[in-house]
């Protein structure tokens, strides 16, 4: 088993590098997808943001609960879920909008853990092919018996290579994963913001009470 291990080892590092390449490559592709899924739909949140309030504040709730469907985001998405089931009751409204928020949670963490993981984990693969290096410059060194330091110190030199490498893939995917956090945290609390004024005009239309006078008065829906 010794002989196994250390046969493995004596490859050297230089595998490493094509590793570290292929897992940058990787963290690009996600990083890529989430850039291109978050800026769709903080353009979309925008025009929401810009439209639903006034649409609230003057009762339109058909045309407030079109906007939300037409809208491609998550903001959209969970006050669309809270108007289509206002008659239900404030309640009932709330619960279904906190289910829509977790389940739009879900698509916008997707592959977050990808980042993630990478980012704490491509250093330690580099740090393991320097590791690799050393020992395969050392064992070098044990067979050329009188070659000197220098065989060490070019081996040791190789090897560092893959820190370096696995330190400056993990820079920025780190920062990747923090950067697309902050979207998230940010895309949530607009929603919860647009849920909560939803809700309060919801109250002054009747309370979204079954059979609430508010809902049913001519002129208060779609006005």
Same mark, same amino acid.
């Given at each position: 088993?010794?002989?196994?291990?250390?046969?493995?080892?004596?490859l050297g590092?230089?595998w490493?590098?094509?590793v570290?390449?292929?897992?940058?490559?990787? %963290?690009?592709?996600?990083?890529?997808e989430?850039?291109?899924?978050?800026?769709?739909?903080?353009?979309r949140?925008?025009?929401? @943001?810009a439209?639903?309030?006034?649409?609230?504040?003057?009762?339109?709730i058909?045309?407030?609960? @079109?906007l939300?469907?037409?809208s491609?985001?998550?903001?959209?998405?969970?006050?669309? %879920?809270?108007?289509? +089931?206002l008659p239900?009751g404030?309640?009932a409204?709330?619960q279904?909008m906190?289910?829509?928020?977790?389940?739009?949670?879900?698509?916008?963490?997707? +592959?977050?853990?990808?980042?993630?993981?990478?980012? @704490? @984990?491509?250093?330690?693969v580099?740090?393991f092919g320097?590791?690799?290096?050393?020992?395969?410059?050392?064992? *070098?060194?044990?067979?050329?018996?009188?070659?000197?330091p220098?065989?060490?110190?070019?081996?040791?030199a190789?090897?560092?290579?893959?820190? %370096?490498l696995g330190?400056?893939?993990?820079?920025?995917v780190?920062?990747a994963?923090?950067?697309f956090?902050?979207k998230?945290?940010?895309?949530? !609390?607009? /929603? *919860?913001?647009l849920?909560? !004024?939803?809700?309060?005009?919801s109250k002054?239309?009747?309370?979204?009470?079954?059979?609430?006078?508010?809902?049913?008065?001519?002129? /208060?829906?779609?006005?």
């Amino acid at each position: 088993m010794f002989q196994v291990l250390k046969g493995f080892a004596l490859l050297g590092g230089q595998w490493v590098l094509v590793v570290l390449v292929l897992l940058s490559l990787w %963290a690009l592709k996600v990083a890529i997808e989430r850039w291109m899924f978050f800026g769709t739909r903080e353009k979309r949140a925008l025009e929401l @943001n810009a439209q639903l309030p006034a649409l609230l504040v003057a009762g339109k709730i058909v045309e407030a609960k @079109n906007l939300c469907n037409q809208s491609v985001c998550p903001e959209g998405a969970v006050v669309g %879920a809270g108007l289509e +089931h206002l008659p239900l009751g404030i309640e009932a409204v709330e619960q279904i909008m906190e289910s829509k928020r977790l389940e739009e949670r879900l698509a916008l963490d997707r +592959h977050l853990l990808i980042l993630g993981t990478l980012g @704490n @984990n491509i250093p330690f693969v580099g740090l393991f092919g320097t590791v690799l290096g050393i020992i395969k410059a050392f064992n *070098d060194l044990a067979i050329s018996g009188t070659a000197g330091p220098t065989v060490v110190m070019n081996g040791v030199a190789e090897a560092l290579v893959s820190t %370096a490498l696995g330190l400056l893939i993990a820079i920025p995917v780190v920062a990747a994963f923090n950067f697309f956090q902050e979207k998230v945290r940010r895309i949530l !609390l607009n /929603a *919860d913001r647009l849920s909560r !004024l939803m809700l309060a005009h919801s109250k002054m239309l009747g309370d979204a009470r079954p059979g609430a006078v508010g809902l049913d008065r001519p002129g /208060a829906v779609g006005r």
